[in-house]
């Protein structure tokens, strides 16, 4: 008993001292953030800023349009969050209606997963392109709407929903859309939060496709205004380090409330 105990102390410090050495970087990247650029530059770096300023914050609003990518970037998650509930209905339709070639057009859609996203970049824009549809937020938004893997998540989860209480629910009088929002989507919660959270940081982290398809600044996401910021600002570290600290920040805050909604849900989607 003493020897386990021993044992589950030597890896609690373990992990406790790889957990410091590797959030250490990031630790130091936020409280840079909030240091004067010649403190940055210090021949003896200290990890707690001498003098606290925001003013490398303010400068990511006042000169490099931040606000502007800021609402950029929640609009690209709003709709990915649409796209989310098109993935649900896909994956219902899959899982609970029998129609001719069902099975394969879901293999087919499976197979879209073994497909690397770059390959079909040209394709897409060229799509767009006949469509009117570059340099715009329209453009941004449409290819990402929908992704193989949520329906296939949704899929699996839905086929484990008792065909009965369906049926029940369409007996009482229910249409297909008000069995699918009141029935259905209550009970798929797990993958919803799940789902939910990738979508979020797939959105807030959207940089190549916004790259390739914006030519106006107006349609920069956060990544992009990022990257545009080392360039622009390449010698000063400080405001680097603050615009690297408001993009990385919402992700850990997010990531580390709704941990536990990930776990379970990969949990009992592997159970079903």
């Known amino acids: 008993m003493k020897q386990e105990r021993r044992q589950q102390w ?9 957990g410091i050495l590797v959030s250490l970087p990031f630790v130091w990247m936020i409280l840079s953030a909030f240091k004067p650029e010649s ?4 021949l003896t770096p200290t990890l ?4 606290w300023t925001i003013e490398n914050f303010k400068n990511l609003f006042v000169n490099m349009n931040f606000g502007l990518y800021l ?17 649900a209905m896909a994956g219902y339709a899959f899982a609970k209606f029998e129609f001719k070639g069902s099975k394969q057009l ?8 073994m497909i690397p996203g770059q390959v079909t970049m040209i394709p897409v824009y060229l799509i767009l392109n006949q469509m009117h549809l570059i340099n715009t937020m329209a ?11 949520g329906i296939f998540l949704f899929r699996q989860f839905m086929t484990t929903i008792p065909d009965e209480l369906l049926e029940a629910a369409r007996l009482d009088g229910a249409g297909e859309l008000r069995v699918f929002w009141q029935i259905v989507l209550p009970m798929t919660k797990p993958i919803l939060a799940v789902q939910g959270i ?20 107006s349609l920069y996401t956060l990544s992009v205004g990022l990257q545009l910021l080392k360039g622009q600002y390449g010698g000063n570290f400080a405001l680097q380090m603050a615009g690297s600290t408001f993009m990385v920040v919402p992700i850990v805050i997010i990531f580390i409330l709704f941990q536990k909604y990930i776990i379970d849900g990969y949990t009992i989607s592997g159970m079903k």
């Open 139 to 149: 453009g941004i938004v449409l290819p990402g709407l929908v992704g193989a893997f």
């Open 48 to 51: 707690f800023p001498e003098k």
């Open 10 to 18: 030597v890896v609690g410090i373990i992990l406790a001292l790889g």
């Open 39 to 42: 403190e940055v530059m210090a």
């Open 198 to 217: 990738f979508t979020f940081i797939a959105g807030w982290n959207s940089f190549l496709w916004p790259l390739i398809i914006a030519n106006d600044e």
């Open 71 to 87: 609402k950029n970037t929640v609009v690209v998650v709003l709709w990915s969050f649409v796209g989310l509930f098109l993935n």
């Open 106 to 113: 879901f293999f087919m859609v499976l197979a879209t997963m």
